[in-house]
């Protein structure tokens, strides 16, 4: 027979099972924060530690914060610093940056003193801001224009050619509000660079055809990537933009045709009046010099006889587009379009109003400039009789 012993084991040694309970998880969205919740989950370093016995022991108080974004300073970052700064947001994408940045930029500039440098070089912040010429904004192209006129005149005319490019683009851009203040732009370049924006043949035969295509002549010129006739959203505002184009045209034909040292005003005055050597022989009655004096001189043009275009190769189906130094060249430059401007400039004389006195205006001026190339072409057909 056998007895079966039951073992009872004290409670202290009594074996419990102990199932291991998962967390539960809770799924969905997280609690919204509160309208007052400030993150605190910033680094903290320590900088300075302070040791504060307290009978066998010693508590250390460790007491600083290090901000790892901004750094807080009682002094304010020297104009060129801020000049800087306000360069590089001219390529933000906000239009109301641009602007804001423009304005300091013509703040600033306006409140240096005379003679006084600028805080950076021309030359590293102009190609930043003629870009801007071309902005969809309004409010940006008309400060940038307030700002251009704040720059230093004398140091203007050696980016003519970048300048003359963005204006140019501008006179034949898709977007009409961009067309209208083009013309702004250019007269602007005009009063400042004077001759040297009509002096190559981009300041003048090109400009000539974008006046031809900005005011709708653009019929029988053919033209790379032309537009038609701009077209405006009221009909005032396009009255008024009308005869801003046609009074820069006129300031245009002044300086590349009429020159004020250079134009006769009758045949008895045709002689240079840079030659001052000559004037003073007429005043004190030693020298009667011939009308034709100044034309068997040396030249003053660095190339005047590009137009021959003796050293080029001949080239069929191309434009060949010829310097325009002097005024000489200019007309003869000219002579191709003349007929196409004058009919334009006609039809805005049968309108009337404003727009037929500004086409007037600019007619009077162009027949004027014009003089000395119809007395060559008169010389010459008397020479060929």
């Known amino acids: 027979m056998i007895f079966f012993h039951h073992w009872r084991f004290p409670k202290s040694q009594s074996l419990t099972l102990r199932v291991e309970q998962k967390p539960k998880?809770?799924?969905?969205?997280?609690?919204?924060?509160?309208?007052?919740?400030?993150?605190?989950?910033?680094?903290?370093?320590?900088?300075?530690?302070?040791?504060?016995?307290?009978?066998?022991?010693?508590?250390?108080?460790?007491?600083?914060?290090?901000?790892?974004?901004?750094?807080?300073?009682?002094?304010?970052?020297?104009?060129?610093?801020?000049?800087?700064?306000?360069?590089?947001?001219?390529?933000?994408?906000?239009?109301?940056?641009?602007?804001?940045?423009?304005?300091?930029?013509?703040?600033?500039?306006?409140?240096?003193?005379?003679?006084?440098?600028?805080?950076?070089?021309?030359?590293?912040?102009?190609?930043?801001?003629?870009?801007?010429?071309?902005?969809?904004?309004?409010?940006?192209?008309?400060?940038?224009?307030?700002?251009?006129?704040?720059?230093?005149?004398?140091?203007?005319a050696a980016h003519t050619d970048r300048i003359l490019l963005f204006v140019q683009s501008a006179m034949t851009h898709l977007a009409a509000d961009i067309r209208s203040d083009s013309t702004g732009f250019l007269e602007w370049a005009l009063d400042v660079i004077g001759e040297e924006a009509v002096s190559s043949s981009l300041g003048w035969v090109k400009t000539t055809k974008c006046f031809i295509a900005l005011l709708g002549w653009e019929r029988d010129v053919k033209m790379a990537g032309g537009v038609g006739r701009a077209t405006f959203s009221k009909a005032g505002e396009e009255t008024k933009t009308i005869v801003k184009h046609l009074q820069v045209f006129s300031q245009f034909l002044t300086v590349g045709l009429l020159p004020t040292n250079d134009v006769p005003g009758s045949p008895d005055d045709a002689m240079d009046t840079e030659l001052t050597h000559y004037q003073t022989l007429i005043s004190t009655n030693l020298l009667l010099p011939n009308p034709t004096t100044p034309q068997h001189l040396i030249p003053k043009t660095s190339n005047c006889y590009a137009h021959l275009n003796l050293f080029t190769v001949a080239t069929t189906g191309t434009e060949i587009i010829g310097m325009a130094e002097d005024c000489e060249a200019r007309r003869r430059e000219l002579r191709p379009y003349v007929k196409i401007v004058e009919r334009g400039l006609e039809e805005g004389k049968k309108g009337g109003g404003l727009v037929g006195r500004a086409a007037s205006t600019a007619q009077k001026l162009l027949a004027r400039g014009m003089i000395g190339e119809a007395g060559e072409e008169e010389g010459g057909s008397d020479d060929d009789g």
Do not use: M, W
Request: net charge positive; hydrophobic share 35%.
């Open 25 to 156: 998880l809770k799924v969905g969205k997280a609690k919204p924060k509160a309208a007052n919740f400030t993150d605190t989950s910033f680094k903290a370093r320590c900088k300075y530690s302070h040791s504060i016995p307290s009978g066998k022991h010693t508590l250390i108080s460790r007491i600083a914060i290090v901000l790892s974004q901004q750094s807080l300073s009682t002094s304010a970052p020297a104009a060129a610093s801020q000049f800087s700064h306000h360069v590089s947001l001219l390529t933000h994408h906000s239009s109301s940056h641009r602007r804001d940045s423009l304005a300091h930029l013509t703040s600033t500039i306006r409140s240096l003193p005379i003679g006084s440098p600028l805080p950076q070089p021309l030359s590293t912040f102009l190609p930043k801001l003629l870009p801007l010429i071309l902005d969809a904004s309004s409010s940006v192209r008309s400060q940038l224009l307030g700002l251009l006129k704040a720059l230093p005149q004398e140091e203007i």
